[in-house]
């Protein structure tokens, strides 16, 4: 939160008094500054920073921490007030007094207000950074516990209450110097400018006090001295930590990575061991000695808590290797590791099923549905053939939409296992229904290495989801030529073009899935025409620039209509391309030579010859050998020669054929 102009200008004023007044005191001008620098100026600082504390509690968030931390403030202000007006000028003040109440308030309800602070500003820490937090307090306060405590109790003297009083301070003191450093350790180190403050006016209110202390010890001590400054600073300080700015929260959380995480409680813990070494050789008070013993604990603490934190995360990672993060399923590294145990054991009698799935129709619920719906489809069929091989087997997720179950069948039939599980990865719903192909090996009968079984039982799934995609093409391309031939009968290609063109793309190479699909190219090349009036598709003269316009549109009307049936996907490629010409000048994309697919090329030369020795109403039927040697004529400039060359041979070779 950001402070108030007034309250700015007040901090402001402050620290220029502060700096005047230890200049005032160490340079020593020799003359009297008057009320500027009398004993009652201070008051009015310290007074101030409880006011501008306690005002900082009654508004914004973290009010509790900074009324405990204001009410502290105020304590010691108390306390001093009544020091300056009645005991300043007494040579053996009182112990106790009614001042020491107010001083000795100030450490427990500071502390009680930073720990409420942490709290708000560090949720969430790890643990260890605690305990780091724990061992610089430790560590600190022991040796605190060295340099102060030591000379105070060997002067403390008198009644028990004064005694207690006496011994009260330096304790204290080991609290406020071990908060410091342990509420920073705690955040990580992560200094922001609150932490950093409240550190500093904490540090300098102990050093004024350790001071104090070792000085009255010694008999020494004089008011007026350089280091007295250092409360008052100490308090402006703290005051001026209640208005700093929160960090948000993600910058207020730790930074674990840093060199600095481990180097903290290293360093502390060195310094604990080392109070310990020396007390051994030269004695230290009981205090500092417990207390170095305790951060040396912490360590130890520490270091278990950070062993047992590696050991989970190493655990946490072995399982995140082996599980697909979306389903929770194993995934393929753990399939692999699960063949290599059950294989070796497996028998004829008691074998290994491993069947991997394919999901059917999950490209298309993903485009309608999107993708995070997709996810949960996943995750909601991966359950689904969890829970149906409870039991039975054990279920994983391969990547993308492909699944795998892996039976123990002991004797069972296989087939309603593997069906079972094709029906817990089917489902159908409002616009969508989702199947899935799949393959299947028997272990060790028909393989006896993980690699192999997996290659087998891919070849199979993926052989059993082509000829689904066959069936599904096979039954889209009947129905449009169905309603091709109802529209316009003429239209309909003859069935020996047919197999040219199937004829025509194996011997130039094809693979057989090109071939099937070249076939049905050149079925449907004309299926767009439906589209073009019956006026202009049967006009027995020339056709008008309009009318070639709309004519041009079929191969994408029929590549729009085709895609309507996704088996038929490549098809419809195919049938775009297929009025393209090899020289460039065909339609609708004016592609040229090998840009245009080969089978649309294949269907190119088909739809000539078929036109060709059909007839049509603006030209006379040809012979097969004129549509020939019009092919030849314009091969290299409408046709792709090598598919000529290609065309002309399957076509000769069948005339050989049936004239045998």
């Not at 008198?158 to 920073?184: F, M, R």
């Not at 949960?376 to 939409?401: H, S, Y």
Request: hydrophobic share 50%; aromatic share 8%.
């Amino acid at each position: 939160m950001t402070a108030p102009r007034p309250i700015r200008v007040l901090l402001a004023a402050a620290a220029v008094w502060l700096v005047a007044y230890e200049l005032y005191v160490v340079v020593d001008p020799g003359f009297d500054a008057g009320p500027v620098f009398s004993r009652f100026a201070h008051d009015v600082v310290i007074v101030l920073a409880a006011a501008i504390c306690l005002t900082r509690a009654l508004v914004g968030s973290e009010r509790t921490a900074w009324a405990l931390i204001g009410a502290g403030v105020l304590a010691w202000s108390v306390g001093e007030l009544y020091y300056t007006a009645v005991l300043w000028t007494d040579p053996s003040p009182p112990l106790p007094s009614a001042a020491d109440a107010g001083f000795l308030l100030f450490p427990p309800l500071v502390l009680a207000g930073a720990i409420v602070l942490l709290r708000s500003r560090a949720r969430g820490a790890p643990r260890r950074l605690v305990i780091d937090g724990v061992i610089a307090a430790l560590a600190v306060s022991a040796l605190s516990a060295a340099i102060v405590f030591e000379p105070v109790l060997d002067a403390v003297e008198g009644a028990p209450l004064a005694v207690a009083t006496g011994l009260a301070y330096p304790l204290l003191d080991l609290v406020l110097i071990g908060l410091a450093v342990g509420v920073l350790a705690s955040t990580g180190w992560r200094l922001d400018r609150t932490w950093v403050l409240l550190g500093a006016g904490l540090s300098t209110f102990w050093l004024a006090d350790s001071m104090y202390l070792v000085q009255t010890a010694q008999g020494a001590y004089e008011s007026g001295g350089w280091f007295d400054a250092g409360w008052w600073a100490g308090l402006a300080l703290i005051a001026t930590a209640a208005w700093q700015t929160s960090p948000a929260a993600a910058d207020s959380r730790p930074v674990e990575e840093h060199l600095r995480v481990i180097a903290v409680p290293l360093a502390f813990g060195m310094v604990g061991l080392a109070l310990l070494v020396y007390g051994a050789i030269t004695g230290l008070n009981l205090v500092a000695v417990g207390l170095a013993g305790a951060s040396l604990l912490a360590v130890m603490a520490r270091a278990t808590l950070t062993f047992g934190e590696n050991v989970a995360m190493l655990r946490t990672s072995r399982d995140e290797a082996l599980t697909d993060a979306l389903t929770n399923l194993g995934n393929r590294r753990a399939l692999g590791r699960t063949l290599d145990k059950l294989i070796p054991d497996a028998s004829a009698e008691r074998p290994l099923v491993l069947v991997l799935f394919d999901l059917d129709g999950f490209k298309q619920y993903n485009d309608t549905f999107g993708h995070p719906a997709g996810d949960t489809l996943l995750v909601r069929l991966g359950a689904n053939l969890a829970a149906f091989l409870e039991g039975r087997g054990q279920a994983f997720r391969m990547g993308g939409d492909e699944f795998c179950a892996l039976f123990e069948t002991a004797g069972e039939p296989i087939e309603p296992m593997v069906q079972g599980a094709v029906a817990a990865l089917s489902e159908q719903g409002d616009g969508f229904t989702i199947g899935c192909s799949h393959g299947s090996i028997t272990l060790p009968l028909e393989a006896t290495e993980a690699v192999e079984a997996l290659r087998i039982a891919d070849q199979r799934m993926y052989a059993n989801k082509h000829a689904g995609r066959t069936s599904a093409g096979r039954q889209s391309k009947d129905v449009l030529l169905r309603a091709l031939a109802e529209r316009h009968p003429e239209l309909g290609t003859h069935a020996e073009t047919v197999a040219l063109a199937a004829d025509t793309a194996e011997s130039l190479g094809l693979p057989p899935d090109e071939i099937e699909h070249v076939r049905h190219a050149s079925e449907l090349h004309d299926v767009g025409k439906v589209a073009i009036p019956d006026a202009i598709l049967g006009k027995p003269g020339p056709l008008t620039a309009e009318e070639w316009e709309f004519v041009r549109r079929h191969p994408v009307i029929g590549e729009r209509i085709i895609l309507a049936a996704p088996a038929l996907t490549r098809v419809a490629k195919l049938v775009r391309g297929s009025h393209e010409r090899w020289d460039g000048t065909g339609y609708p994309d004016n592609l040229a030579g090998e840009r245009i697919p080969v089978g649309a090329r294949i269907v190119a030369v088909a739809d000539a010859f078929a036109a060709m020795t059909a007839g049509r109403p603006y030209r006379p039927r040809r012979t097969a050998d004129e549509a020939l040697e019009e092919l030849r004529r314009h091969a290299g400039t409408q046709f792709d020669p090598m598919v000529v060359d290609a065309w002309c041979a399957a076509h000769s070779r069948r005339v050989v054929h049936i004239t045998a």
